[in-house]
DNA sequence: CTTGACTCTGACGTTACGTCAGGGTTTACG
DNA sequence: CGTAAACCCTGACGTAACGTCAGAGTCAAG
């Protein structure tokens, strides 16, 4: 190298610095990402420092996840970067909404295999069926934005707070299945407590939010049967009872 | 159709019933994890019933995101369900724990974007070689299990809990620097209040677990530097103040 | 008998490279 | 100065799960 010589980078001396591959490199080229300004006379690639400072941002765009033909719009300033980063966060939003039910659901459906509650694959592939029927009838009732809202409710209140109202809801329901059978007056103090009780559990789901309270109403109404039968939901005896309880409060 | 013609599909009726397209059903056939089990004279595929009994599995496996050779190892009682479900239930464990970080670090970045912090495009690089740091830095010292305890202490905090610690930080270590400038005695009640509410903040952050406990003080111990300069860490002389504090405390 | 609907078998494209294969180039060492 | 090791080149195939033609045969209805 002489004096005259300025800074040039063989492919594999930029490898090494970058800690990419020589076929990465290559890759780049091919796509016309990173493309060396010179080569020998041989062919060799030469990078210059130009070329190597596109390079280290090409890989701290890449490190964001972003796919390379987006990355070399953006170096070529056909789009911004503002534009694509928002675009690229609500991309990254949906597939962490679908990661995280999907998690979920072999959560779900794992946790029965262990407990022998799945002997055969038969009944595995059961309880797959019903697990994804419930998501399918989730996703037709709350639009995707709702669906971000509840799992915003989620972190926001803290998984033990969740598990407390999930447990509550059976002891609810039998407590007011109980007071049906018993013949409670739906205005007696008691049954008020109970419907309080059972607003009140509605309220931490949909937090006062008109929208997912008509969903959640909505998807109630019309699988109302579904629900009792599969998943423990009231039966309509004890919807009855807490609609004439709040009916008397007023 | 005669009396004893088993029930038997063409691809377009099966693509039809099961939603997928004849090119999917192609595409299983090929790599052998639904074939029809016979043929017309012409070569049409027709899929008996047996065939589409392992379709309909095929796809609830499909549904929970596997891979389809997985599904074939399944059904062909290469591999148990229970293994494959518990693996994969690791494997997206992982994918989400990736995929949260990423989407946190786009949202700092898009926000920076926002706000008007990153004004170019080299100030956005910056800011994502900083991000990017932060979370390799933080690679380096916490374990991968080490990572998903600490989402899974956030989710059981919750969101306002966190914010509040974070906002916490910044204002204690203001108010002991303003104590060391103003000469308070590390003994005194004052210094001792301060370090009280330190190790409460701490504990936030560990919960008690001795191995958290370590990771974090020996990632502060080798960049504290760095994490007073970019991050608005506390000062050797406010780290001195809290260990002098805590040691007259017994 | 013709036309439209259906089916067949290749084969390429997608994403970001990994992994050879076959063949030149450079460099260090004896 | 010769040679072997190390390095570089250009294809080209493989990955996952299909989508999308292309070119050609088959079937059912009018």
């Known amino acids: ?31 016309g990402l990173v493309q060396p300004s010179a080569r020998t006379d041989s062919g060799y690639r030469l990078y210059a420092e130009s070329d190597v400072e596109r390079l280290y941002r090409v890989l701290a765009l890449r490190q964001l996840g972003l796919p390379l033909d987006a990355i070399g719009r953006v170096l070529d300033g056909q789009t ?19 990661l995280r039910t999907l998690r979920a659901q072999v959560a ?13 694959v038969t009944h595995f592939l059961e309880l797959i069926r019903k ?51 018993a ?8 049954a008020q407590e109970l419907a309080a009780e059972w607003m009140g559990l509605l309220q931490q789901f949909h937090g006062g939010d008109e929208g997912l309270r008509g969903s959640l109403y909505r998807m109630y109404a019309e699988n109302a049967e579904q629900i009792e039968a599969q998943h423990g939901g009231p039966s309509p005896a004890v919807m009855d009872f807490i609609k004439a309880a709040n009916a008397a409060r007023n």
Do not use: C, N
């Not at 076929?23 to 796509?31: K, N, P, Q, V």
């Not at 690229?88 to 962490?96: A, I, K, S, V, W």
């Not at 779900?108 to 055969?120: C, D, H, L, Y």
């Open 80 to 98: 911004s970067i503002e534009e694509l980063l928002d675009a690229h966060r609500e991309y990254l939003d949906r597939q962490l909404v679908a």
């Open 108 to 120: 779900i459906v794992a946790a029965a295999g262990r407990t022998g509650e799945a002997a055969s």
């Open 1 to 31: 190298m002489t004096a005259q010589d300025i800074r040039a980078w063989k492919i594999g001396q930029l490898a090494a610095e970058t800690g990419l591959t020589v076929r990465a490199l290559h890759h780049y080229d091919h796509l």
């Open 183 to 190: 013949g409670v007056d739906p205005a007696s103090a008691q």
């Open 131 to 181: 697990v994804i029927t419930v998501d399918d009838t989730i996703k037709q009732y709350f639009s995707e934005e709702q669906l971000a809202q509840l799992a915003e409710r989620r972190a926001t209140l803290g998984e033990p707070a969740i598990a407390e109202v999930q447990a509550a809801w059976p002891r609810l329901i039998a407590a007011v299945q109980a007071a049906v059978d």
